[in-house]
């Protein structure tokens, strides 16, 4: 039987996280930079361990405004270097996994600039890193000698190549469950884990829908 894992992002301030968890193996626990708060990270991450789900620190950039979705420049990236270290250092949270929010996720992945601070918090922190294959992803992990772990969206529109569609063109957000469920198994034979995001309404719906789909094609949902 192929595994898979089915992950979402959470802890960013939405009233549908507790729900999310009935369906997921992993949760991305906002770290309270982009959005939420340390508080509303602490308290999801309890109600993780008690149901079994692993744990991600979700790391981003300190933007609120763009809930860390705009990309930094240099000097952005070294303003904010301290709150991101500040994240990577929340061993308190007990976590299993680290994954890059918003715009951290496509800077670390194809802006070699900003590689070298990260490898050394992964480095610090030695757990496996979830990201893109098709990106620096799996070199960071490789050069912080930690395990990298694949990952696919199910409610994200790819182009051609298999990339993630930019917000705002057409087909970028999959916003139908049932849509979701057919993007989740097309993906997931490909990779390790499917990620739903969770700051989206429907949300839920589209995380219940997708697990069935797994299920009911033959997948084990685990986090093993």
Same mark, same amino acid.
Not at 80 to 88: P, R, T
Not at 145 to 167: Q, Y
Not at 189 to 195: A, G
């Given at each position: ?9 959470? !802890?960013?301030?939405? @009233? *549908? ?7 997921? #193996?992993? $949760? ?7 959005? !939420?708060?340390?508080? =509303?990270? @602490?308290? /999801? ?6 149901? !079994?789900?692993?744990?991600? =620190? ?21 303003? *904010? ?14 976590? @299993? ?17 900003? #590689?070298?601070?990260?490898?050394? *918090?992964?480095? #610090? ?15 960071? %992990?490789?050069? %912080? ?19 993630? =569609? %930019? ?5 970028? /957000? ?21 990620? /739903? ?9 589209? @995380?219940?829908?997708?697990?069935? $789909? ?11």
């Amino acid at each position: 039987m192929p595994c898979i894992d089915l992950a979402a992002d959470i !802890g960013e301030g939405f @009233a *549908w996280d507790s729900d999310l968890l009935e369906f997921i #193996t992993t $949760a991305h626990v906002c770290c309270g930079a982009h959005a !939420g708060s340390p508080e =509303l990270a @602490a308290s /999801l991450s309890a109600q993780c361990r008690e149901q !079994g789900i692993r744990i991600s =620190l979700h790391i981003g950039y300190p933007d609120r405004e763009s809930m860390g979705r705009r990309s930094a420049s240099a000097a952005e990236f070294e303003e *904010w270097s301290k709150v991101l270290e500040d994240q990577f250092a929340m061993t308190a949270l007990q976590p @299993a996994a680290i994954k890059f929010h918003g715009a951290l996720y496509h800077d670390s992945g194809h802006r070699p600039e900003f #590689t070298q601070a990260l490898i050394d *918090w992964l480095s #610090t922190l030695g757990r496996p890193l979830i990201g893109d294959p098709l990106s620096l992803h799996p070199q960071l %992990a490789a050069k %912080a000698g930690i395990p990298f772990i694949s990952e696919g969206f199910a409610d994200r529109g790819l182009d051609p190549a298999g990339r993630l =569609l %930019a917000r705002g063109n057409p087909g970028a /957000l999959i916003e139908s469950a049932d849509e979701a469920a057919v993007q989740a198994l097309r993906v997931a034979p490909k990779v390790q884990s499917l990620c /739903l995001h969770g700051d989206v309404a429907g949300c839920v719906a589209r @995380a219940a829908s997708v697990r069935h $789909a797994l299920e009911s094609a033959g997948y084990e949902v685990t986090n093993a």
